[in-house]
């Protein structure tokens, strides 16, 4: 009797273990795997708007564009320079501003120091530290009381623009993607580069 009921708990004990392991998800479902890829490849997942491919293209073409201007390549003291926010004209709901922080990240690497960038949008944390500061609650190597942050030289902003056509054949999207960095003083653009990107497929896509 005693041998039947150590042999009943084992099949109960095996029974819940593989049961245990079954609710955890060992087993991999059927269906295709999640893949890595570059953030330059298009992958199976695509449709016609804004897609990563094109963020690398674009953000790298214009970065390099930059680079190259005299206000930049031949300054004698680095431009200083505020992100402000790109202008989102397609039908496309994307986080339009990516494209300003990859090309910033961009020139702050490829430049050697020719540009700099103020942290504008981190204001209220800066001005909060400068505040602590003065009232002497953290230690400062600089005069307390000087006011530190800086005016920019110019602004870096763009803009989205798209057309698009839908019939029962398809969908297509032409996207021009155009930037401009500003005199801060004179409101002049020193500079001006743009890409386009026009692309057709059968369905559409949801862009979140």
Do not use: H
Not at 20 to 38: E, Y
């Amino acid at each position: 009797m005693k041998s039947k009921l150590i042999k009943l708990t084992f099949t109960l004990t095996t029974a819940a273990l593989v049961a245990s392991c079954a609710s955890r998800g060992i087993k991999n479902p059927a269906g295709v795997p999640v893949k890595q890829m570059a953030a330059d490849e298009q992958g199976f997942v695509a449709g016609t708007g804004v897609e990563s491919q094109d963020l690398v293209t674009i953000t790298d073409k214009m970065s390099r564009s930059m680079m190259g201007i005299q206000q930049i390549a031949n300054a004698t003291l680095p431009p200083i320079i505020v992100l402000d926010p790109v202008e989102n004209k397609t039908r496309f709901p994307i986080n339009k501003d990516i494209f300003l922080t990859r090309i910033r990240s961009e020139l702050n690497k490829r430049s050697g120091g020719k540009v700099t960038f103020l942290a504008r949008e981190r204001m209220a944390a800066l001005e909060k530290e400068r505040n602590l500061k003065r009232e002497g609650a953290v230690s400062t190597t600089s005069d307390p009381a000087k006011q530190e942050f800086k005016g920019a030289d110019y602004f870096l902003t763009g803009s989205l623009e798209g057309l698009s056509t839908r019939t029962s054949k398809g969908t297509s999207d032409y996207i021009l993607y155009a930037f401009q960095l500003i005199d801060a003083r004179t409101s002049a653009i020193v500079w001006e580069d743009n890409a386009e990107i026009k692309k057709q497929g059968l369905e559409d896509a949801a862009y979140r």
